[in-house]
């Protein structure tokens, strides 16, 4: 067989994108699983378009046209505006060679602090990382993942290197402001390829730990991690380069959550991290305001403050607010309680444990990443259990209802987590049921998307009969609230600005839009509007003692992640989109070399794109079309332009039946005379003098057979083939 290496890029798909929702439906239904491809993915797209202007080898004729009523061009520029469409989508994580700076974006080496958001600085504030270089030295403020990516096959993204390449041998140290996977989750990727110490808080450097020993792929050889865990509450500084590094403890939805503050040899930079000011946390770790103010009168340079919620008005209410409410509900409910939450919050995990021991409830959890992070909690000191609370999931089906409270993952409906699982039925240990309680402390992130999918999640539940209690509903249903934000609000976002009196500001880890309130809310508090940046990812900040300004930009850009932790390029996304939103439809044909003849009907395979059998007349007339391309086309011009005519003929007669515009492989299958595939001797297994195979002589009728079985083996591995896993 002879594979076509000039049809585009060969897919590998899967079909879950959602993408491109406001797209009209165009031609027949599609089938209801598009396929996957894992062959080929990278190859040359030469010759397209030039199937067009006629000619070639031995061409007196113009390439096919036949009596198709739609024109060429109106295919091809159906085709493009597939091709655009999951351009653009892809092109929202494009990597940082893809991201092409502006000529006169160069950057100097003058002594000035640079200060570069390389993620984070858009969006709702993921795949968090800043960079702070001075000189020779340079160290990484938080190292996250973002979560919120929805591509085919795609598990999330992490910030692209490149520039990190360019400054490897600055990279001092990796500071970590809290544990969340947005703040932490690219760090088995990155800090390998550029090791440097890690410093953070007890429960971060724990987390830290956790996600780089649960990670699926080996580390290189030679690799060894290496973590500084900081007192927060003692106001340690720590030398690294240049630099002097403090953690202050500051209050967030996960325990030791502290802001980072970096004295520079220009000036002091305090980064907030994400927080809250809550005045009574159920751990009784306040914020340290009294260390921010005192920081703020010996002189802050500039203030990196996060930015997430900042259109909300009011302050962020205590965690301590919500205590009474599950105690209620555990109090109160006739059967079986699941909470479903956030993994880290072990505060929140923390105050379930209190509710449950208080009416006499065991605990069972259940989610991986949970299960996880509370056992590192507990060997840290952070969860305190009474002994004998917690029993094993697979317990609960043989206690008694009101003896079990089930702490678990998928608050925000993931598909693969512990409630969704028992949502859909599909849990191995537990099947819901009437009377069971389901409450959802959480709601839903900003910018995630993720209101359908616990709407969906929640339709299910209620369909079992289980009584849902969520956090916007809890008034309806006559509870407490069951949930509040680790985010600061309005208020409190303005009492940062107004404890630590900074110089310069530049808001971090959110929209641009939310970016633009949080420099609206600095001015309101008297920051001069020149001395705010609204800065993009990418963009230097470049600031002496008494000066900011944006000097240029470096390479960024979004570096792709699959469910097993490898890399996926940007290139094979475009194309999984494309599958996702058109199909495939794969072309074989098999012709005498001799003759120019089909030696059998045309091979069709759709994947993604219609179901055949609903659609055989425009299948036939497809075969039809086949056959006249082969007599016209093939003894014409040579193999590749053959293909690339071929390729353009069958998209436009599709598009023209259907107003889609698949992705078309052609392959073809070229037999010799003889009987033979071109390129290939038979032997007898004997050897000639010079090594090669010694031909056999045999009969036509020998041959004959021989051809037809080796056809028919071909042609029933190509029809069996599953796009999807081959």
């Given at each position: 067989m002879?594979?076509?290496?000039?049809?585009?890029n060969?897919?590998?798909?899967q079909?879950n994108n959602?993408?491109?929702?406001?797209r009209?439906?165009?031609?027949p239904?599609?089938?209801?699983?598009?396929g996957?491809n894992?062959?080929?993915?990278?190859?040359?797209r030469?010759?397209?378009?030039?199937?067009?202007n006629?000619?070639?080898?031995?061409?007196?004729?113009?390439p096919?046209s036949g009596?198709?009523?739609?024109?060429?061009?109106?295919?091809?520029?159906?085709?493009k505006r597939?091709?655009?469409?999951?351009?653009?989508?892809?092109?929202?994580?494009?990597?940082?060679d893809?991201v092409?700076?502006q000529r006169?974006?160069?950057i100097?080496?003058?002594?000035?602090?640079k200060?570069?958001?390389?993620?984070?600085?858009?969006?709702?504030g993921?795949k968090n990382?800043?960079?702070?270089?001075?000189?020779?030295?340079?160290?990484?403020?938080?190292?996250?993942?973002?979560?919120?990516?929805?591509?085919?096959g795609i598990?999330?993204?992490i910030?692209?290197?490149a520039?990190?390449?360019?400054?490897?041998?600055?990279?001092?140290a990796?500071?970590?402001?809290?544990?969340?996977?947005?703040?932490?989750?690219g760090?088995?990727h990155?800090v390998?390829?550029?090791?440097?110490?890690?410093y953070?808080?007890?429960?971060?450097?724990?987390?830290?730990?956790?996600?780089f020993?649960?990670?699926?792929?080996p580390?290189?050889?030679?690799?060894?991690?290496?973590?500084?865990?900081?007192?927060e509450n003692t106001?340690?500084?720590l030398?690294?380069?240049?630099?002097?590094v403090?953690?202050?403890?500051?209050?967030?939805?996960?325990?030791?959550?502290?802001c980072?503050?970096?004295?520079t040899?220009?000036?002091?930079?305090?980064?907030t991290?994400?927080?809250r000011?809550?005045?009574n946390?159920?751990?009784?770790e306040?914020s340290?305001?009294?260390?921010?103010?005192?920081?703020?009168?010996?002189?802050?340079?500039?203030?990196?403050?996060?930015s997430?919620t900042?259109?909300r008005?009011?302050r962020t209410?205590?965690?301590?607010?919500?205590?009474?409410?599950?105690i209620?509900?555990?109090?109160?409910?006739?059967?079986?309680?699941?909470?479903?939450?956030?993994?880290?919050?072990?505060n929140?995990?923390?105050?379930i444990?209190?509710?449950?021991?208080?009416?006499?409830?065991k605990v069972?959890?259940?989610?991986?990443?949970?299960?996880?992070?509370?056992e590192m909690?507990i060997?840290h000191?952070?969860?305190?259990?009474?002994?004998?609370t917690f029993v094993?999931?697979?317990s609960?089906?043989?206690?008694?209802?009101?003896?079990?409270?089930?702490?678990c993952?998928?608050?925000?409906g993931?598909p693969?987590s512990?409630?969704?699982?028992?949502?859909?039925?599909?849990?191995?240990?537990?099947?819901?049921?009437?009377?069971?309680t389901?409450?959802l402390s959480?709601?839903?992130?900003?910018?995630?998307g993720?209101?359908?999918?616990?709407?969906?999640?929640?339709?299910?539940?209620?369909r079992?009969?289980?009584?849902?209690?969520?956090?916007?509903?809890h008034?309806?249903?006559?509870?407490g609230?069951?949930?509040?934000?680790?985010?600061?609000?309005?208020?409190?976002?303005?009492?940062?600005?107004?404890?630590?009196?900074?110089?310069?500001?530049?808001p971090?880890?959110?929209?641009?839009?939310v970016k633009?309130?949080?420099i609206?809310?600095?001015?309101?508090?008297g920051?001069?509007r020149a001395?705010?940046?609204n800065?993009?990812?990418?963009?230097?900040?470049a600031?002496?003692?008494?000066?900011?300004e944006?000097?240029?930009e470096v390479?960024?850009?979004t570096?792709?992640?699959?469910?097993?932790?490898?890399l996926?390029?940007?290139?094979v996304?475009?194309?999984?989109?494309?599958l996702?939103e058109?199909?495939?439809?794969?072309?074989?044909?098999?012709?005498?070399?001799?003759?120019?003849?089909?030696?059998t009907s045309p091979?069709i395979?759709?994947?993604?794109f219609?179901?055949?059998?609903?659609?055989?007349?425009?299948?036939?007339?497809?075969?039809?079309e086949?056959?006249?391309a082969?007599?016209?086309?093939?003894?014409r011009?040579?193999?590749?332009?053959?293909?690339?005519?071929?390729?353009?003929?069958v998209?436009?007669y599709?598009f023209?039946?259907?107003?889609?515009?698949?992705?078309?492989?052609p392959?073809?299958?070229?037999?010799?005379?003889?009987?033979?595939?071109?390129?290939?001797?038979?032997?007898?297994?004997?050897?000639q003098?010079?090594g090669?195979?010694?031909e056999?002589?045999?009969?036509?009728?020998?041959?004959?057979?021989?051809q037809q079985?080796?056809?028919q083996?071909?042609?029933?591995?190509?029809?069996?083939?599953?796009?999807?896993?081959?």
């Open positions: 002879d594979p076509n290496n000039n049809t585009g060969a897919p590998s798909a079909p959602n993408n491109n929702r406001n009209p439906p165009r031609g239904k599609p089938e209801g699983a598009s996957q894992n062959g080929g993915q990278n190859r040359s030469g010759g397209r378009g030039r199937g067009g006629g000619g070639g080898q031995g061409g007196g004729k113009p096919l009596s198709l009523s739609t024109s060429r061009g109106q295919a091809v520029r159906a085709q597939s091709q655009m469409d999951a351009q653009r989508i892809s092109n929202k994580y494009q990597t940082a893809q092409k700076p006169a974006n160069q100097d080496d003058t002594p000035r602090l200060i570069i958001g390389l993620g984070g600085m858009d969006g709702g993921s990382m800043i960079l702070v270089e001075y000189i020779n030295d340079a160290v990484i403020l938080d190292c996250g993942n973002d979560l919120g990516v929805d591509l085919p598990n999330y993204g910030v692209d290197t520039y990190l390449e360019q400054i490897k041998h600055k990279i001092r990796y500071i970590i402001t809290h544990g969340h996977l947005d703040h932490i989750g760090l088995p990155i390998p390829l550029f090791p440097a110490p890690i953070g808080s007890n429960f971060t450097i724990g987390r830290v730990e956790e996600i020993n649960n990670f699926g792929l580390m290189p050889d030679g690799f060894e991690l290496k973590t500084v865990m900081m007192n106001h340690e500084r030398k690294i380069g240049e630099f002097f403090e953690l202050v403890r500051i209050t967030h939805s996960i325990p030791g959550s502290t980072i503050v970096l004295d040899p220009v000036g002091r930079i305090i980064n991290g994400d927080f000011f809550d005045q946390p159920l751990d009784h306040r340290d305001l009294e260390r921010l103010k005192a920081l703020g009168d010996e002189g802050v340079l500039a203030l990196l403050s996060e997430t900042v259109e008005s009011g209410p205590s965690e301590s607010t919500i205590e009474q409410s599950f209620d509900i555990i109090n109160q409910a006739p059967g079986r309680i699941f909470v479903g939450l956030f993994s880290t919050n072990m929140r995990v923390q105050m444990i209190n509710a449950a021991v208080h009416n006499g409830r069972a959890m259940d989610g991986r990443s949970m299960v996880s992070t509370l909690a060997r000191g952070f969860v305190r259990v009474p002994k004998g094993p999931i697979a609960v089906a043989t206690m008694n209802d009101t003896d079990v409270v089930v702490v993952t998928g608050s925000q993931e693969s512990a409630l969704q699982r028992m949502a859909n039925g599909e849990h191995r240990h537990v099947k819901l049921k009437e009377q069971d389901v409450v959480s709601t839903p992130i900003p910018e995630s993720n209101d359908s999918l616990i709407g969906d999640m929640v339709d299910g539940l209620v079992k009969h289980v009584h849902v209690f969520e956090h916007r509903n008034e309806l249903d006559g509870v609230p069951l949930h509040v934000s680790g985010h600061a609000s309005r208020d409190e976002y303005a009492e940062m600005i107004q404890l630590t009196q900074p110089k310069f500001f530049v971090i880890y959110g929209a641009y839009r633009q309130r949080h609206d809310l600095a001015v309101e508090q920051i001069p001395n705010t940046v800065a993009e990812n990418g963009q230097v900040l600031f002496t003692a008494d000066k900011m944006t000097i240029g390479p960024h850009g570096i792709l992640v699959d469910q097993t932790g490898a996926v390029s940007n290139v996304v475009k194309d999984r989109v494309l996702s058109e199909g495939l439809v794969a072309i074989i044909l098999t012709i005498d070399k001799k003759s120019g003849n089909l030696m091979d395979i759709s994947r993604g219609i179901y055949m059998r609903d659609n055989e007349e425009i299948m036939n007339g497809l075969r039809v086949l056959k006249r082969v007599q016209q086309r093939f003894k011009v040579d193999l590749d332009r053959f293909k690339v005519e071929l390729k353009d003929h998209t436009h599709l023209e039946q259907t107003q889609r515009s698949p992705i078309v492989i392959v073809i299958n070229v037999i010799s005379g003889g009987g033979r595939q071109e390129g290939k001797p038979q032997s007898n297994g004997q050897v003098p010079n090669q195979p010694a056999v002589s045999k009969s036509p009728e020998e041959l004959a057979a021989d079985k080796r056809f083996e071909m042609r029933a591995r190509l029809l069996t083939q599953d796009a999807r896993t081959d």
